[in-house]
């Protein structure tokens, strides 16, 4: 039928030399007869058929119609509004017919072919006005019996018809001008083509909305008016840049609140039917957004979007729509992104503060979107809202950066943590306290970078590192604490130490790493053994294991340094190791008595003990070795055996004896090995007879005190 028509089409201007134009017409409509006659006689054989070619004959009356006012030869009628009456009455005889027969296939023909015919023949005005009538038709069809696919079909093609003749007065292939090119298109011309789009777009808006509920689904509805919407806006905005391209923001500003007006008519229609009227709001929020974007600029954009998406989320959380919320989330990253398309250079000091409000109304934001959501119950956070605390956290940051000169970010990294963590508890915001641990990373990621550079931190901005992580692992251990508390969520409570170990293995060594920078280097093994003690104790009182395990950070830092350093001056160094070791034996002390409090297991209350004691033992004998002459070597390491012995047996501790033990093997061995071969007469007797004395000694005490000893060992 469309080889058909398209063949009449063609015969038409075949025979214009040879009949009048009566002659012409009548032809014309003789054609219809015809067609619709053998379409009649073959109803009853071959319906589908018979309907096609009925359809076709009344496609071809309105083509007929349609050439008798526009096509030069066939033209018998001059007035466009005479010409323009008859096609409406022809589309009513269209609508009479299929409606009697109730035949979507003969309705759908017959307005397809009727665009088709008009679009062959070519796009004029006229036609575009001619296709209106066409589209009341369809949305007749729609709103009496439901034939959905011919009311989309009727907004493909009207909007088709009107590209096709933007694009012939175009020069017909022109597309580079087409998209490009603006600002070219005279006023007439404007206000004719936003005249027709306007008309299309009211009358199928219109069409959508008054159709009653029981005549359209609500799913079909959504789509029918979405494809309306959507075909508009692309060519009225393509419009706009050929005529207006300085007045987009108006135009996409009177759309969008055209689109919420008819959100707030589907709602009062349809309701409590929501999928029509959410769908005309988010497109109207949409479109209202990409007039802000074409309005504004710079930092008055960032700021713009921002508060958009706090008052959008209001909306959402007012109406309880998640779909509203998405634009609100949208756009606020459109900010984000926009911010940063700009950086660095555009960030001026407007843009800065610009960015930093945008990010204090995201955290705003973000605490909007902490409310009851079935769908993420699954989760231990809000997805949305975690979203916008950490884009405003990476906003304030970069802000932050730009703004602080380098002497000076330390301090701004370590207190933007500390205050983003206040602001989530403030606004009891769990992702917000959780965003903040961006700053509190990077802070420690650019100490150790400086430290890597040899441009440590100075002293106070690294204290102030270490005590706001370790403040934050004591925070976290202690909401831990207290969620264990609570009967509802203590079965899927974290253990609090796993929660806190992190954090204070982090400040931990960044604590080493300070007193390794910051300590003088003579007394640096008698600071680290200050800190294992302070671990010590601090494990004892509160009843934290973990700081107990991460004692043995100071303490085994400073041995090894101690150890592998070759510093052996006289004079501070006695007083370096021998305050080392008197702090760690009290230290040692501590860990013995208060082991139970430090909630660890057996086994790791009894090994740190331990261990403290082979740094104790290795500090002193590598302090003598360093320190005595070799000629006395041998005696001073009996001395030292006996005196790890004496504390042993003294304060009942095993760990000291079998160190006194392990010295004294020490001391024999080197006796035996070393002064009997290379020390002068008098040294080596002096180390045997030493040895000697304090052996016996021990045998002594040990063949008088056996039974008692046998049990403390």
Known sequence: MAALLTGMVFFAAYITPRLTVPQKVAVGYLACVVLGALGLWLDKRMPQFARILQGGSLALAYFVTYAAHFVEAFRVIHSPALALTLLTLVVVAIVGVAQERQSAT??????????????????????????????????????????????????????????IWVWKLNRFGDLERLVFDSAYLGESDFRLRAAF??????????????????????????????????????????????????????????????????????????????????????????????????????????????????????????????????????????????????YPEDWDTPMIWGVAFAAAVGLVCARLEKRPATEYETLPFNPSSLFFALVSTVLAMVAARQHFDADMRPWAWIAGAVLMALIGGALRTSEIGWSAHLPLVWANAAFYSAKFNDEPWPLAQALALVAVTLGFGVFLRRRTDSAVRAEDSAPAAVPSAIVFAPYAFV???????????????????????????????????????????????????????????????????????????????????????????????????????????????????????????????????????????????????????????????????????????????????????????????????????????????
């Open 106 to 163: 003969l309705a759908g023909m017959a307005l397809f072919f009727g665009y088709y015919t008009s679009v062959i023949s070519g796009v004029t005005g006229f036609t575009l006005a001619s296709n209106a009538v066409l589209a009341l038709a369809a949305l007749f069809f729609l709103a009496r019996n439901r034939w959905v696919h011919i009311s989309y079909g009727a907004v493909l093609a009207t909007y088709l018809t009107y590209m």
């Open 197 to 342: 789009l306007s008309l299309y777009w009211v009358l199928f808006a219109i069409g959508g909305l008054i159709v009653r509920r029981e005549a359209l689904a609500a799913a079909e509805r959504n789509g029918f008016l979405t494809l309306n919407n959507a075909f508009f806006f692309v060519l009225f905005t393509l419009l706009m840049h050929h005529a207006h391209p300085n007045l987009q923001w108006q135009f996409q500003f009177c759309f969008g609140g055209a689109l919420l007006v008819l959100s707030a008519i589907a709602y009062r229609r349809y309701q409590p039917e929501r999928l029509v009227m959410d769908t005309l709001f988010v497109q109207g929020l949409g479109v209202a957004t990409l007039g802000l974007i074409s309005y504004f600029k710079g930092v008055r954009l960032v700021a713009a979007l921002a508060l958009e998406s706090a008052f959008v989320l209001m909306l959402a959380r007012a109406m309880k729509s998640r779909w509203v919320a998405w634009i609100g989330r949208a756009t606020f990253a459109v900010a984000a992104a926009y911010a940063w398309g700009k």
């Open 507 to 713: 400040a931990t060594v960044a604590a080493v790493v300070v007193t390794a920078d910051h300590a003088p280097e003579r007394w640096l093994l008698s600071v680290l053994a200050v800190e294992t003690l302070l671990l010590i104790l601090a494990a004892g009182t509160v009843g934290e294991g973990t700081y107990a395990v991460l004692s043995l950070i100071p303490l085994a830092t400073g041995t090894i340094d101690y150890l592998a350093s070759g510093r052996a001056s006289p004079g501070s160094w006695w007083a370096n190791a021998l305050v080392a070791v008197v702090l760690l034996c009290i230290a040692q002390r501590v860990a013995k008595m208060r082991g139970e409090a430090f909630r660890l297991s057996k086994e790791l209350q009894r090994l740190i003990p331990a261990l403290i004691v082979v740094a104790i033992t290795a500090l002193a004998v590598v302090t003598l070795r360093r320190l005595v002459a070799r000629e006395f070597l041998t005696a001073s390491w009996s001395v030292c055996g006996f005196a790890l012995l004496a504390l042993g047996f003294a304060a009942k501790e095993r760990s000291y004896r079998v160190a006194g033990l392990i010295v004294l093997g020490l001391s024999l061995g080197r006796a035996l090995l070393y002064d009997l071969a290379r020390l002068e007469v008098v040294y080596r007797i002096l180390s045997f007879i030493g040895l000697g004395v304090i052996l016996l000694v021990l045998a002594f005490l040990y063949t008088k005190n056996r039974e008692k000893i046998a049990k403390w060992l």
